[in-house]
């Protein structure tokens, strides 16, 4: 079986969840098909592929299109079946209807409308002429329930780095993605200036300012994120550029929390945090908002602590507790290393690994 794996978003040194996900998938297929990713190529790969990677738009790119068996891949321009008897599983892990619906607000401007207009129709499509739906949680389903075709759940998954060196953690409370509009950044600088007023020395590190995909940088969000940090005074910082993809995790394992706050919304309700899963690899105990899949998960697992909307004392609380209760920390560090071959990149693509086996026996037969 010939897979094409193809993303819109970069793959190269600095990826985000999109460039991630895509990476991964195409290895852990490439373990059982002869596969290719397509992708907008930045840079040096993270790592040497099993597969071949070829960049959008281009001869080569288009042509592995149209000869693979099977298509994988969010909807997106240019992704769609292009003979008959080939077969398409859409990714739809990232709700992207509900981020643009934050992003543009209640007042969209008529260019936003036909974007959001655009999406809306590429959504509908998948449902409609997929073969095979991916989603990342149990309650995504309930957002395409008039679909035709299976539906399978594919969340995020752990890299398997083997157990780290030991390691001195520093009083750093890390925001490891972005900062979007659904996201509550504001939040975690009040609670950090307040818990430093306690006398808790500990300070908020942004992983990254723009995003690699360029196409998505807001001049907006980075003169907030500038207004954050100077109103953090010495207690905020940020790094000047998206870290390296392979750099990200010996900066979590530097840090004594992994924080991610959002806004009561219905994307934080179906999103998953992909940055989740890069704590859960680095053993980093966790402070998130209620609501929506990591907060489902460090309540269950007891991961770290999971936080009211927008309540920076409770925040100030949480990082107050994970930086000082031992016996709390190491339970919570014990219980994230418990969990991470539940999310290995071999364990969460099973499902879509055994779908495509089953295409290839019944054509076989």
């Keep these: 079986m010939n897979i094409v794996v193809h993303t819109p978003d970069v793959v190269g040194e600095r990826m985000a969840g999109p460039g991630i996900r895509a990476w991964h998938l195409a290895g852990e297929l490439a373990k059982h098909f002869t596969v290719t990713l397509i992708c907008k ?3 040096e790969l993270p790592a040497p592929a099993s597969f071949s990677v070829a960049a959008r738009r281009v001869v080569e790119a288009n042509a592995r299109i149209r000869e693979a068996d099977v298509l994988i891949g969010q909807p997106a321009r240019g992704f769609r079946r292009q003979r008959r008897g080939q077969r398409i599983v ?3 892990f990232d709700p992207v209807l509900l981020e643009l619906n934050e992003m543009y607000g209640r007042h969209p401007s008529m260019r936003q409308r036909i974007h959001i207009e655009a999406e809306r129709w590429r959504v509908r499509r998948a449902v409609a002429t997929g073969d095979l739906l991916v989603v990342a949680t149990k309650k995504q389903r309930e957002l395409y329930r008039g679909a035709q075709c299976p539906i399978i759940e594919v969340p995020f998954g752990v890299e398997d780095f083997g157990a780290p060196a030991p390691q001195e953690r ?3 409370v890390l925001w490891g993605g972005g900062i979007w509009e659904w996201l509550d950044p504001a939040t975690a600088v009040e609670a950090i200036i307040a818990v430093n007023r306690r006398g808790i020395d500990c300070r908020l590190l942004f992983l990254g300012r723009a995003r690699p995909n360029q196409h998505t940088v807001d001049r907006r969000r980075e003169d ?3 207004e954050w940090i100077t109103a953090g005074g010495a207690f905020v910082e940020a790094n000047d550029s998206w870290m390296p993809y392979n750099s990200r995790l010996s900066w979590l394992r530097r840090s004594k929390v992994a924080i991610m706050l959002h806004r009561p919304t219905a994307e934080a309700a179906y999103s ?4 989740l ?4 690899a680095a053993a980093v105990p966790v402070i998130t908002t209620e609501e929506g899949f990591a907060a489902e998960l460090v309540a269950a697992e007891e991961l770290g602590i999971v936080v009211p909307p927008s309540d920076a004392p409770a925040v100030a609380d949480a990082i107050a507790k994970l930086m000082t209760d031992d016996a709390f920390y190491a339970r919570c560090v014990s219980n994230l290393i418990r969990i991470q071959p539940r999310f ?3 364990a969460v693509t099973r499902p879509l690994i055994e779908a495509v086996k089953q295409w290839q026996r019944q054509r076989d037969n």
Excluded at 272 to 275: E, Q, V, Y
Aim: hydrophobic letters at 40%; glycine letters at 8%.
């Design 41 to 43: 190529r930045e840079g």
């Design 90 to 92: 859409y990714d739809l």
């Design 170 to 172: 520093e009083n750093i």
């Design 224 to 226: 907030r994120l500038d």
């Design 272 to 275: 998953i945090r992909t940055r």
């Design 277 to 280: 899963f890069d704590a859960i």
């Design 344 to 346: 290995g990149w071999a």
